[in-house]
């Protein structure tokens, strides 16, 4: 009995710090050695998990916070590194339990437990695992941060957060999309807001009878006139298209510091001012029509009619 229960005895009583607290139970309860010993490791055991942890959380992560401020990273680097702190705090107070209470022969079980569990749990976690790596990847590579507008696939949204794991991106529906970090790196991903400027374009159709020149004129001068469209690069404007109905004139504008607000807000003002001035000047925006002809011939006519009767 007493080798089954050795492995929950401190290997040295006399040392360890759950002795006075086995000492006083065996005093003032009565209790035997061996189970004073038990209930004075365990009481140890969690004393002192509590009293690391909390230490750990009221000053060890705070102070990792406001050193991570200090040194001007923004909210997409110190994400992960403060919540890898709290994990870390976690196993520092486990560790200093064990060691405390004296658990040194458990703690080697644990090691040889969780070497052979290690396989398992490996091929258990192979996609965690691979959005742990991927997202390892996101924070250094920074193919996008925390607010940026990204699409991907058939999707599109503002990155709320960015996790180890997991990205959480809200649609321009007001949806929240949680996203496995390695979809995110095993295909393309387009950020617009990841430079400083972003180029908008846009066709333009007017009539085949309508002046192109002074349709491109307009088209610029309405560019030229809006706040938000930039000088430098200047709008342009290329005939692109002859179409079945209409000529094709895209327009090339830019934008500064954008986002989907901007981009959305700056484009259709934009478009509805060009729209205006084409109105006011009589060029035409042409729809699609289609003009069906022909004829219907019917042969041996003669033979299909029958004489009426009188």
Do not use: C
């Amino acid at each position: 009995m007493s080798g089954a229960l050795g492995g929950l005895v401190p290997l040295q009583t006399d040392v360890a710090p759950s002795g006075a607290i086995a000492k006083l139970l065996a005093e003032n309860l009565g209790l035997s050695t061996q189970l004073a010993n038990s209930i004075g490791s365990v009481m140890t055991f969690l004393l002192v998990f509590v009293a690391v942890y909390v230490l750990g959380r009221l000053i060890i992560v705070p102070l990792v916070s406001r050193v991570l401020a200090a040194r001007d990273l923004d909210k997409h680097a110190r994400n992960p590194l403060e919540k890898v702190t709290s994990i870390v705090v976690v196993f520092v107070a486990v560790g200093a339990a064990f060691a405390l209470a004296g658990y040194g022969n458990i703690l080697t079980a644990l090691a040889t437990v969780g070497a052979a569990a290690t396989l398992a749990i490996g091929f258990a976690m192979q996609d965690v695992f691979k959005n742990f790596v991927a997202g390892v990847f996101i924070f250094t590579d920074e193919p996008f941060r925390v607010g940026d507008w990204i699409e991907w696939e058939d999707n599109a949204g503002i990155v709320e957060d960015i996790s180890l794991r997991v990205s959480r991106v809200r649609t321009f529906d007001n949806e929240l999309l949680t996203v496995p970090n390695s979809n995110l790196t095993d295909g393309v991903i387009k950020n617009p807001v990841a430079k400083g400027q972003l180029r908008l374009k846009f066709v333009f159709g007017i009539g085949y009878d309508d002046d192109i020149d002074k349709a491109t004129e307009i088209i610029v001068e309405e560019a030229e006139a809006h706040e938000g469209i930039m000088e430098d690069p200047a709008p342009t404007v290329r005939l692109v298209e002859l179409g079945d109905s209409s000529v094709g004139l895209q327009s090339r504008i830019w934008i500064e510091d954008p986002s989907r607000a901007d981009f959305v807000k700056t484009r259709g003002e934009y478009v509805q001012a060009v729209k205006q001035r084409f109105d006011e000047e009589g060029i035409n925006i042409p729809y699609p029509n289609r003009t069906i002809g022909g004829g219907l011939e019917l042969a041996n006519v003669e033979g299909l009619a029958e004489p009426a009767d009188d």
